[in-house]
């Protein structure tokens, strides 16, 4: 019983976390591509400001490792 609970609730933190993670690099890279249109910055510029920003990165991979923890707790 308390193990059920505990995996209900690892997989309840596992989804706000995806969610937190998520709205916020999607706000960053709004963000960014506001102010690349005030800069007036070409479309090309831009994209690889946005494939290129470390923070950007680092989200994208702890959204990819928090699928694959999500993943083997939903096997378990």
């Given amino acids: ?4 609970f505990f995996k209900v609730l690892d997989q ?4 706000l976390s995806k969610k937190l993670i998520s709205s916020y690099k999607k706000r960053l890279e709004k963000e960014i591509l506001e102010r690349s249109i005030k800069l007036k ?3 090309n510029k831009f994209e690889e400001i946005i494939n290129n920003n470390n923070e ?5 991979k702890a959204l990819e490792d928090l699928e694959t923890e999500s993943e083997s707790h939903s096997k378990v």
């Fill in 1 to 4: 019983m308390k193990l059920h």
């Fill in 41 to 43: 910055m070409p479309q």
């Fill in 56 to 60: 950007l990165i680092n989200l994208k």
């Fill in 12 to 15: 309840q933190d596992l989804k």
